[in-house]
């Protein structure tokens, strides 16, 4: 099996098992236990210096030689280059997917796991850290309803910019918002969360964590 990820059940440790069920590739899935910070481990290190899930090795990788890739949106882009799959072919869709990836990476994520992070888990709720990221993740479901009000998926067919953003908004009780306010982004949402590919990663991903901690 060339390929191994490094991952966790987080949403950026669901985007890639999601890309390589679609893609039909097998792979080996290492639980990187963020708990017991073994992200943080000397040898974990040497394949992600950032210290963060997920981590890709691909011992297939250009040219035939073996490649490690780290952060979700890079590795989702490779598989997709790799494969000549869910990324447009042509220019104009090609980026257009990609501007919708880098809006994952640059705002969903960082700001939606902000308002989390101060909903949920902080050990007080602070009234300005709640306002400013809750706001926030109004802001950015709403850029996301109104695409979504324009086409079936982000970059108009279905693809890695759908996959990296669908993850986070499963989480979306935690940031604050209803999907019934939403519902371009609703009927997106359930859509793609009836993919078999997509029931199969995340099946899969906490099958191996469950073993993991048995």
Do not use: C
Not at 14 to 41: C, F, T
Not at 44 to 55: E, H, R, V
Request: aromatic content about 12%; overall charge neutral; charged content about 25%.
């Amino acid at each position: 099996m060339s390929i191994t990820l490094y991952t966790w059940t987080t949403p950026n440790g669901y985007k890639v098992p999601i890309l390589l069920e679609e893609l039909g590739l097998a792979y080996e899935i290492v639980p990187v236990n963020l708990g017991a910070k073994e992200q943080k481990a000397p040898e974990y290190l040497k394949l992600n210096p950032d210290g963060k899930i997920p981590t890709l090795t691909d011992q297939d990788g250009p040219g035939g030689s073996p490649i490690t890739i780290f952060e979700s949106g890079a590795i989702l882009w490779y598989l997709a280059e790799k494969t000549g799959k869910f990324l447009p072919q042509d220019a104009h869709g090609k980026y257009l997917a990609l501007e919708w990836l880098m809006f994952q990476m640059s705002s969903v994520g960082p700001m939606l796991g902000q308002a989390k992070h101060f909903r949920m888990d902080a050990p007080e709720q602070l009234a300005y850290p709640l306002k400013k990221f809750g706001d926030e993740a109004k802001r950015i479901y709403a850029v996301l309803d109104k695409r979504l009000s324009e086409a079936d998926y982000l970059a108009g067919e279905y693809s890695i910019a759908d996959i990296a953003a669908w993850p986070w908004v499963r989480n979306y009780a935690k940031h604050g918002v209803e999907l019934d306010d939403l519902p371009s982004v609703k009927r997106w949402f359930n859509v793609i969360g009836e993919r078999p590919a997509v029931k199969a990663a995340l099946a899969k991903v906490d099958a191996a964590v469950v073993q993991y901690k048995s």
